[in-house]
């Protein structure tokens, strides 16, 4: 659905966006993040027409950006973090403003705009003024006049951005519901949610993709089966015991019992070293039944700033 091939823009000797390449599928919910001058807002506007590439290309639904503007937008709703909202205008006004700027024929808005109030939990707000709302509702407005239209395609900067818990939360689940019609490339700093919304993550740092893939399969990828939870059939402190003689663990952490009879343990080894042979003998050399092994998972923030700071890693 979005392809972005190759793309580089440089602002005279400054390379913001270095030859990176990425897709998002049709259905996905793309989380995209970076952090501040990485480049993420600049390719977010090069993929929406705001802005034009150096090198590269991005298409939507097959129509190039550049060379076909109006057909690739026609599949584009875009949120930037600071909506284009006008003040004065009632919620209803503004919306019929968004759908004259769109070309949406009049015969089909009244339909289009009462599923789009409905999506995004605005129904009641309709005869208010835009200026007179909460920040949460005017950024459901903001998300609203993405829709307009009913593009396959939704890029949303910063949706969250300025909420309190419950308006996250509620913000949250609205996204997950459009998910569903939508394919959608999500910008955030509130990493928590970017996890809980998020099919895939793309991390650009200094104008270049340094990850992409499910939060998942990125912890696996950088813990290198340095960081090991294990259930093991035994006494606790037999089963603590069978670790300390092990040169290359370093760390063991109790973790309780979730089956009877038996105790998780997260266990860590030196920077570098694959631990998953130590622990088995280690436990089999005391006898001791192992249950389950598996990686233990890093939090997204500390993904993230493993890859692009060095920091954060399995601790």
């Given at each position: ?16 966006v270095?030859n ?5 599928a049709?259905?996905?919910i793309?989380?995209f993040l970076?952090?501040n001058?990485a480049g ?31 057909k ?13 909202l006008?003040g004065?205008m009632?919620?209803?006004e ?6 004259d ?25 309709q005869e208010r003024?835009?200026k ?12 609203a ?26 913000m949250?689940?609205?996204?997950k ?16 949610e970017?996890?809980?919304?998020c099919?895939?993550v793309?991390?650009?740092n ?10 998942e399969?990125l ?10 939870v294990?259930?093991?059939?035994g006494?606790q ?9 092990t040169?290359?663990?370093?760390e ?36 001791l ?8 998972d ?13 920091e954060?890693?399995?601790?």
């Amino acid at each position: 659905m979005i392809e972005v091939n190759s793309l580089t823009k440089r602002y005279g000797q400054h390379v913001a966006v270095n030859n990176i390449s990425f897709s998002v599928a049709e259905g996905e919910i793309v989380g995209f993040l970076g952090p501040n001058g990485a480049g993420k807002t600049t390719t977010m506007n090069i993929i929406t027409g705001f802005n034009s590439a150096t090198a590269g290309d991005v298409t939507i639904n097959g129509c190039n950006i550049l060379d076909e503007p109006e057909k690739a937008k026609q599949h584009l709703g875009y949120m930037p973090d600071n909506p284009p909202l006008y003040g004065d205008m009632l919620v209803r006004e503004y919306l019929s403003f968004v759908c004259d700027i769109k070309g949406v024929h009049k015969a089909d808005r009244k339909k289009m705009l009462a599923e789009i109030v409905d999506a995004v939990k605005i129904a009641d707000m309709q005869e208010r003024l835009v200026k007179n709302l909460s920040k949460g509702y005017r950024q459901r407005v903001g998300l609203a006049q993405a829709l307009v239209g009913f593009p396959k395609a939704l890029i949303l900067d910063e949706p969250t951005v300025g909420l309190d818990p419950k308006q996250i939360i509620e913000m949250r689940d609205v996204i997950k519901r459009l998910g569903k019609k939508h394919t959608i490339l999500l910008s955030s700093h509130i990493l928590t949610e970017v996890s809980a919304v998020c099919d895939r993550v793309i991390i650009i740092n200094k104008g270049n993709i340094v990850a992409s893939d499910t939060p998942e399969k990125l912890s696996s990828a950088l813990t290198h089966g340095r960081k090991m939870v294990v259930r093991v059939k035994g006494d606790q402190q037999a089963i603590r015991a069978a670790f300390v003689n092990t040169p290359i663990i370093r760390e063991v952490a109790s973790l309780g019992s979730r089956e009877a009879g038996t105790y998780d343990f997260e266990v860590q080894g030196d920077e570098g070293v694959d631990i998953r042979e130590a622990i088995f003998s280690s436990l089999s050399g005391h006898n001791l039944p192992m249950l389950m092994m598996k990686s233990s998972d890093l939090t997204l923030e500390e993904i993230f700033l493993q890859v692009t700071t060095g920091e954060g890693g399995a601790k």
